[in-house]
T-cell receptor, first 119, second 109 residues
């Protein structure tokens, strides 16, 4: 049981290049998330997917696209990287059903992160 | 709008007790979570409060007062390994956590 895995761990891009960050979870969770964390800051939600086949914008979606390929995988794409997208990117998953409010924690399980530098 | 306030840094002595406060402002609120993050690592879940009161999990406790829009994390019997950043996050809906900017805890001998 690997939990949440992310690839790559590190990446350096030039301005204007594109790339896709991969995320997979083996906990059979319905919900998956992409966050970015800038130095000394908290996590900001980029996009999330409440269930297979659905995606929604978070707090900072501009410059990103996502794909929920299946229940296990949720990818984040940067079409034209900019220096402002230099950050650490975390993928997370949780077992809450989309749109179903529970009196329980939206405990999120995080991957190890991808450290992205855009020059 | 939505906001969370927590102290940026706290220093405490090994074996002591430390409290990290968190105040929030939001129109939709379903609970307050706490996450721990060591340098270079991923956030890991510590505790959650949906209702007012104290939740205890080993050396860690978390408190929530919904009427005061306030919560805190209490760490007892501090150990050196507790040196990390601690984030409070409120749950605004079924699929959304809004994180604070974190409190960096340094435990000194």
């Amino acid at each position: 049981n690997a939990g949440v895995t992310q690839t790559p761990k590190f990446q350096v891009l030039k301005t204007g290049q594109s790339m896709t960050l991969q995320c997979a979870q083996d906990m059979n969770h319905n919900s998956m998330y992409w966050y970015r964390q800038d130095p000394g800051m908290g996590l900001r939600l980029i996009y999330y997917s409440a269930s297979e086949g659905t995606t929604d914008k978070g707090e900072v979606p501009n410059g990103y696209n996502v794909s929920r390929l299946n229940k296990r995988e949720f990818s984040l794409r940067l079409e034209s990287a900019a220096p402002s997208q230099t950050s650490v990117y975390f993928c997370a998953s949780s077992d809450q059903m989309g749109g179903f409010l529970l009196i329980s924690t939206d405990t999120q399980y995080f991957g190890p992160g991808t450290r992205l530098t855009v020059l | 709008g939505q906001s969370l306030e927590q102290p940026s840094e706290v220093t405490a002595v090994e074996g002591a007790i430390v409290q990290i406060n968190c105040t929030y402002q939001t129109s939709g609120f379903y609970g307050l979570s706490w996450y721990q993050q060591h340098d270079g690592g991923a956030p890991t879940f510590l505790s959650y409060n949906a209702l007012d009161g104290l939740e205890e999990t080993g050396r860690f406790s978390s408190f929530l007062s919904r009427s005061d829009s306030y919560g805190y994390l209490l760490l007892q019997e501090l150990q050196m390994k507790d040196s990390a950043s601690y984030f409070c996050a409120f749950q605004t809906g079924a699929n959304n956590l809004f994180f604070g900017t974190g409190t960096r805890l340094t435990v000194i001998p």
